[in-house]
């Protein structure tokens, strides 16, 4: 099992930035493809980004791209999340997770290749 820590969010203006970081522990860090993910209040988590395990494969939802940028430190078993041009409809509890990755180039995009997932930082962008 794979302890998911995440930290950064916050209130922030649209148009604003943020950065999350999810703090991986228990496991070998780079053995796993990392997503991230968020649920704003009254709707179904959604999937954001996700990144394979070596860092070298990416994959962003249609609304965030352009936008969000997801990385990877598995010297710090760490990976993060970089939030620029915020709108208000990316209000959210966003959550990292972590999924079992036997190539170094695979990713996830659904809630059920993930086994891990970090307890939520919430962001809210206000208008």
């Known amino acids: 099992q794979v302890q998911l820590v995440e930290s950064g969010g916050g209130l922030v203006q649209a148009g604003g930035s943020l950065r999350l970081s999810c703090a991986a522990s228990?496991?070998?860090?780079?053995?796993?493809?990392m997503g991230w993910f968020r649920q704003a209040l009254g709707k179904e988590r959604e999937f954001v980004a996700a990144i394979s395990r070596s860092g070298e494969g990416t994959y962003y939802t249609d609304s965030v791209k352009g936008r969000f940028t997801i990385s990877r430190d598995n010297a710090k078993n760490r990976v993060y999340l970089q939030m620029n041009s915020l709108k208000p409809e990316d209000t959210a509890v966003y959550y990292c997770?972590?999924?079992?990755?036997?190539?170094?180039?695979?990713?996830?995009?659904?809630?059920?290749?993930?086994?891990?997932w970090g307890q939520g930082t919430q962001v809210t962008v206000s208008s």
């Open positions: 228990g496991r070998t860090f780079s053995n796993y493809a």
């Open positions: 997770a972590a999924g079992r990755a036997y190539s170094g180039s695979h990713y996830y995009t659904n809630t059920g290749q993930y086994n891990d």
